[in-house]
């Protein structure tokens, strides 16, 4: 029962590198995204998919990329690394009943940009 | 827009005594509302939900009940345990909103004192 993977699970970044999160999921969900996690400021949406093929913008999307080939995998690039980015990451996957349909959260990816 | 709004922490009990953390919403349709719990170094996990107006969510001793009235969902335990001792997230997920995806408050950590 993996459910959400993500990788990795720590990262440290110098200002301007770029990287690549890693999210995968064995659950067969159409909808994906990525959210953020600050101190004070609960999870903000960063980028979604509600199928392969398709994302959109959430809140916060300035200074990241996703794309979605797969069902399964939904990775978020940091196109130049900003101290402003350091946070804690999270993937979730839910399935496409809409309403209460149960999200499911990976561990999370602390990054920490220097 | 859709926006959560919790009470801030820390908050601190005793074990045994009785928890109530606040929660409010806006939202432009008819949300379904949710409560996380997320422990030290994990990720979230649902703890309850409800989909409509004066349902009751319940799970592991907590209960919140869906107010349209006062656009509340509050969480209660009766009696909380140390092992309680964790970030708890308001959300909702609102159907007329691409994606369906989660708005999140700023989370309440809650800490219980043997």
């Known amino acids: 029962n993996a459910g959400v993977t993500q990788t990795p699970k720590f990262q440290v970044l110098k200002t301007g590198q770029s990287m690549t999160l890693q999210c995968a999921q064995d659950?067969?969900?159409?909808?994906m995204s990525w959210y953020r996690q600050d101190p004070g400021m609960g999870l903000r949406l960063i980028h979604y998919s509600v199928g392969a093929g398709i994302t959109d913008q959430g809140e916060v999307p300035n200074g990241y990329n996703v794309s979605r080939s797969t069902t399964e995998d939904f990775p978020l690039r940091l196109l130049s690394a900003a101290p402003s980015q350091t946070s804690v990451y999270f993937c979730?996957?839910?399935?496409?009943?809409?309403?209460?349909?149960?999200?499911?959260f990976g561990q999370g990816t602390r990054l920490t940009v220097v | 827009g859709n926006s959560v709004t919790q009470m801030e922490g820390p908050v601190t009990l005793s074990e045994e005594a009785f928890l109530t953390i606040n929660c409010t919403y806006t939202?432009?349709?008819?949300?379904?509302l949710f409560w996380y719990v997320q422990y030290p170094g994990e990720g979230l996990q649902l703890l309850l939900k409800a989909t409509k107006a004066d349902d009751k969510g319940s799970n592991k001793g907590f209960e919140a009940t869906y107010r349209k009235e006062t656009t509340s969902f509050h969480l209660e335990k009766g009696s909380v345990q140390v092992s309680d001792s964790a970030v708890y997230f308001c959300?909702?997920?609102?159907?007329?909103?691409?994606?369906?995806?989660?708005?999140f408050g700023g989370g309440t950590r809650l800490m219980v004192k043997p």
């Open positions: 959300a909702l997920s609102d159907p007329n909103n691409a994606g369906n995806m989660l708005t």
């Open positions: 979730a996957s839910r399935g496409q009943e809409k309403g209460a349909t149960e999200a499911f």
């Open positions: 659950m067969n969900h159409e909808y």
């Open positions: 939202a432009t349709g008819y949300p379904s």
